[in-house]
C-alpha cells in the first residue's frame, strides 16, 4: 500500500480537489446513467404493456357488442 | 458459413432481445472485476509521478473516457453503415443506444480533462487541437442525439443519423493524430502500438484495466438502453406482444 494515513490519500498530494473531483463526477455518472436507463428502460415496458391490455379490451369489448347485437 | 447463419440469427430484433438481457449481468460483472482492480493498482499501489506529483492519477479516469468517447463513436459509425448498406433494423437501434453513453465519456473526458489542466497548465481549458476536436466529438454526439430524436419516422431517423455518424467519424482520426500533427499543450499519447509505453508499468496496468471496466460499462448500459428501444420500435410485432403479456422477467 502506497499511502501512510487515510488523510494522506484524500489529501493527494495537494491535488485533492482536482484529483477527487475527476473521479467523483466519473462515479456520478457510471452509478446515475445505468440507473436512470434501467429505470427508463422499466418504464417503457410497462407503458407498452398497459396500450397492448387496453387495445386487447377494446377488442374483446367490441366482439362482446357485435354478439349481443 | 455456418458460423454466419448463427450469427445472423441474433441481428433479428426478436433473438438480440433476450440474448441482451442474459449478456447484462455478464458485463456488470466485468466492470466491477476490472474497475476494482484498476482503481486498486492506480490508487493503492502505483506510486506517483516524479513530474506530476499525485496530480496524474487522474490519467486513471481521463484515458479511459476519452478513449471510450472515441471508440464509442467508432462502432456507432460501424453501425451506421451496416444500417445504410443492408437496411437491418437492428443496427439503427445500436447507434441508437450507444450515443447516449457515447456523449457522455466525451464529457467526462473534457471535464476530467479540465480538472488536470488546471493544476499542470494553469488552464481549466485551452482551445488546443486536441481539446477542440474533442468537444467537437461531443458536439457530434448531441448532434446525433438531436436530429434522430426530431425525426418521427424510426426508419428515416435511422437513416439521417447513419449520414451524420458517418461524416462525423472523419473526426475520430483528427483528435488522436492532434497531438502529432500540431503542436499542443496536451500530452503525447501514453500508450501506442510502435513504441514501448511512456509510463511505469503498474501505471499502465492501473489505466488499461480502468479503460477496459468502462468498457465492459458502456457495453451492459448500451444493451439495458437497446432493450428499451428494441421494445418501442417493435411493439406492434407478435413477439413483443407475447412478451409483454408475460409476466416481467425475461
Known sequence: MYWNSFSDFLHMGGYGL???????????????????TLRRQ?????????????????????????EAA | MTQFTH????????????LAGRLVPWFWGLTALFGGIGLWLGLAVAPTDFQQGEGYRIIFVHVGASWMSMFIYVVMAFWAAIGLAFNTRLSGMMTAALAPTGALFTFLSLWTGALWGKPMWGAWWVWDARLTSELILLFLYIGFIAL????????????????LALVG???????????????????????????????????????????????????????????????????HTDWVKALLLKPEKS
Open chain 2, 148 to 163: 434522430t430524436r426530431a425525426i418521427d419516422d424510426p426508419r428515416r431517423a435511422d437513416r439521417a443519423g447513419a449520414v
Open chain 2, 169 to 235: 467519424v472523419v473526426n475520430i482520426p483528427i483528435i488522436y493524430f492532434s497531438v502529432k500533427w500540431w503542436s499542443t499543450l496536451h500530452q503525447g499519447a501514453s500508450v501506442s502500438l510502435a513504441k514501448s509505453p511512456s509510463m511505469a508499468t503498474i501505471m499502465l496496468w492501473g489505466m488499461l484495466f480502468c479503460a477496459l471496466a468502462m468498457w465492459m460499462y458502456a457495453i451492459a448500459v448500451s444493451l439495458i438502453r437497446v432493450r428499451g428501444i428494441i421494445l418501442e420500435r417493435e411493439r
Open chain 1, 42 to 66: 422499466r418504464a417503457i415496458r410497462r407503458r407498452l404493456t398497459r396500450q397492448l391490455a387496453a387495445a386487447l379490451r377494446e377488442k374483446a369489448e367490441a366482439a362482446n357488442a357485435e
Open chain 2, 7 to 18: 450469427l445472423y440469427k441474433f441481428a433479428a430484433p426478436a433473438a438480440f432481445y433476450p
Open chain 1, 18 to 36: 482536482y484529483v477527487w473531483g475527476s473521479f467523483g463526477m466519473t462515479a456520478l455518472v457510471m452509478l446515475l446513467e445505468p440507473w436512470l
